[in-house]
């Protein structure tokens, strides 16, 4: 079974500054999907960036990117230039490629709780 | 394009009681993924729909079941609710094939039972 792991139950952050959040994963497949949501107060889950297991770069969405390491299991998100209205809580996601046995379900990480300070 | 919508917003039950939730997915996605969101659990996977067929479950007992329509619109039962049961159930969709592997969730139904 797919494990996502989240070691950082908090995390803050200056306004403009930057910030990395981790996640590990393990799995035995070789074709899956990572993602990063964030959900805000609100509790709408909002996809921020994904990032294709196949693919050595890394992705990046504006002020978002990630490192993923693959050998390592690893998938940061790095923040850049944080602005308040990032704070929320974000969650690392694991998704089986379309030969999986679990190809529909995503696997989340406990999430990190990020708060921007002014 | 309108996102994935659930109804309703907010529901309070009792225990015992039976609940239906509905999830209209984005329009041209056939793929319905349902989750159960609760502080001590953390999010976990309940089932996804495809074409009107359940293709994937996750570790939940058969009290919570769900279906798919013909219009892709999804609805998910929870029997004889149990004060556990108590959580934020979000739903996503997405179109369910190679061409896009991405889910998008709707606002979510929060459900408290007493």
């Known amino acids: 079974a797919q494990t996502v792991t989240q070691s950082q139950p908090e995390m803050s952050v200056q306004e403009a500054e930057t910030v990395t959040l981790s996640c590990t994963y393990d799995t035995s497949e070789s074709d899956y999907y990572l993602f990063w949501y964030k959900q805000p107060p609100s509790r709408q889950m909002i996809l921020v960036i994904r990032?294709?297991?196949?693919?050595?770069q890394n992705a990046t969405e504006n002020r978002f990117s990630v490192n993923f390491q693959k050998a390592a299991k690893s998938f940061s998100l790095k923040i850049s230039d944080s602005q308040l209205g990032d704070a929320a809580m974000y969650f690392c996601a694991y998704r089986p490629g379309l030969g999986g046995t679990s190809y529909g379900k995503l696997t989340f990480g406990q999430g990190t709780i990020l708060t921007v300070h002014p | 394009k309108a996102g994935v919508t659930q109804t309703p917003r907010y529901l309070i039950k009792t225990r015992g009681q039976q609940v239906t939730l509905s999830c209209s997915p984005i329009s041209g996605h056939r793929s319905v993924s349902w989750y159960q969101q609760t502080p001590g659990q953390g999010l976990q996977f309940l089932f996804e729909?495809?074409?009107?067929?359940?293709?994937n479950k996750g570790n939940f007992p058969g009290r919570f079941s769900g279906r798919q329509f013909s219009n892709s619109r999804s609805e998910m039962n929870v029997s004889t609710l149990e004060l556990g049961d108590s959580a934020l159930y979000l739903c996503a969709s997405s179109l369910g094939d190679l061409r896009s592997y991405e889910q998008y969730f709707g606002p979510g139904t929060r459900l408290t039972v007493t």
């Open positions: 729909y495809f074409s009107e067929t359940q293709r």
């Open positions: 990032q294709e297991a196949y693919k050595q």
